[in-house]
């Protein structure tokens, strides 16, 4: 704990400190430098064994009326778990190494260089308890200016913020907080992915050699309608690869920095665009980050795959199912069934109701799923306390 | 002069039009040095959210009286900044991850911004984080948003 509270002065002053004999090593809690080499973390990609960036260092006002101004830096540390994977007991030497348990994920305050809190990290009852959170680090630098805006008593070793200081780092900590257990959720589903636990793969495995009817009893095709409806089919494939390639060129284009045409977008981008960061074995049912119109999802049919169904894991509705219920895998592989089947009846509608115009149809099937879902947020929203899991909540 | 006040001209466009906007928003004190970020699609735009706010309950009103310790009515230099979101269904809709990403990130800038302006204030809305925060178009448009705001803000007056 002492290479942690003299950080700054061992790395930057050259200043030796020993005990018994033995020199204190500076210790950064936040392993800058593997962050330096690695870079800024995305949530949704991050594997779970490197150090990553959520914010790097900047200055910013912690109290205005005071002018307290601070430094504030936030890395994610590995997950653990995944390490377990490649070697037992790999996952306790990671914890010993990066310094991962309870009570030192939070805010490391640093005063004149001088680590405040010798106990290790502050919450300031802004970082709740939480084994997702583990691997967030945040540092603090400040200098005596700031002593009345953190209420420090450097004797005791305690900080209590003024109001303005409390809500400044409240704002910026819901960011990290989110990004920090996303991530480590990631890294869990990458795990689970590979020890086969994951309810997306299973969902997908259990529909893979299922196809929904070519025609339902009562809908019945004469010779001369089944060539309108394979008409209809191929009308059906084209317009939703055609929006599949627009899509992907749009992200190609926003990945790079600048404008993508069509041919610079190959298979895999258009892959890569209709599955997300699903799990690449998945083949009909595909979570992604975004949907038309943000609506909970949507169709894709193409005649290789056939029928699938992209489900918009960031709709409130969605994250109910996904977060809310996250240990009921049963209900997230019924979910993703469920509107499976949906997007299905989607194309068959389209393909087969003769009797009205196909693209009517896929306008007023479009808007009742657009407003299906709005609804569906709208619930989520107003009766948030009273949706599952509901054990929880007796 | 006749007036009790001096004459109050009030530019207010269009503002009350919610029917094919959403809109971020931002009301600014600098006497009080206050900064209070919203966002709203309701059918009377911005100007309908104000209506709420400067009500009994509305959030405007109780957070600037618990903090400045004083009536709403002494602010008599508010200003109301509108940022029309764009025209599409995910900023529209009633699903709001959205447009509540980009008023984080438009708060979050301006907690930023605070350093380098004159004079400098206080946030007193309160935002949470959404995912939708990492999408690039919303983190482009919140920063075009807080660009325009350090742009403004020090010549701004009522």
Known sequence: MVGVIYYYFIKDEAISIYIDGAPIKPIDVLFTEEADTNGNLDENEWNGREVRWIDRPKEITLDAELNVKAQIEVTQLPHPPTFELDERGKQAAIRKQYRIEAGNYGYYVY???????????????????DQDLYALRGRILIDDSADDAFNIDVKKSTIMLSDDAYNTIDLLSDEYKRKSKRAWERAKQLKHEREGNDPNLVANEIVADFEPPDVLPGDVVTPVEEVEVSKREHEVSEEMQSKLRTAAVKKKSQEEGH?????????TDLVATLKGDTNPAATKIYRVNAVDDNSLWEPYYDAETGGCVRINKLHKFARQ?????????????MFELFLLQMAEAEIYVQKNFLSLDRTKIREVLGEYRRVSSDFLAAMCRRLENRLPPLTEKQ | MIFPTPPIWTNVSSIFDGVNSAYIYIWISKKYRLVYVGQTNGLRGTLGRARNHIGKHGTLRLRFESIVG??????????LASYTLPRQREYLGLESSYREAIE?????GL?????????????ISKVRYTDRASDVLVRDYAREIVNDFKANYSRASF
């Open chain 1, 111 to 129: 005063r004149n260089k001088r680590l405040i809190n010798v106990h290790g990290a502050e919450s300031f009852g802004i970082i709740p308890q």
């Open chain 1, 259 to 267: 404008d993508v045409t069509e041919d610079q977008v190959d298979q």
């Open chain 1, 321 to 333: 199912v996904y977060e809310e219920n996250r240990e009921n895998t049963d209900l997230q592989i």
């Open chain 2, 70 to 79: 004083e009536k709403l009515e002494l602010a008599d230099d508010l200003i």
């Open chain 2, 104 to 108: 984080y990130l438009v708060q979050k």
């Open chain 2, 111 to 123: 907690v930023v911004a605070r350093t380098g302006v004159t004079p400098t204030y206080k946030l």
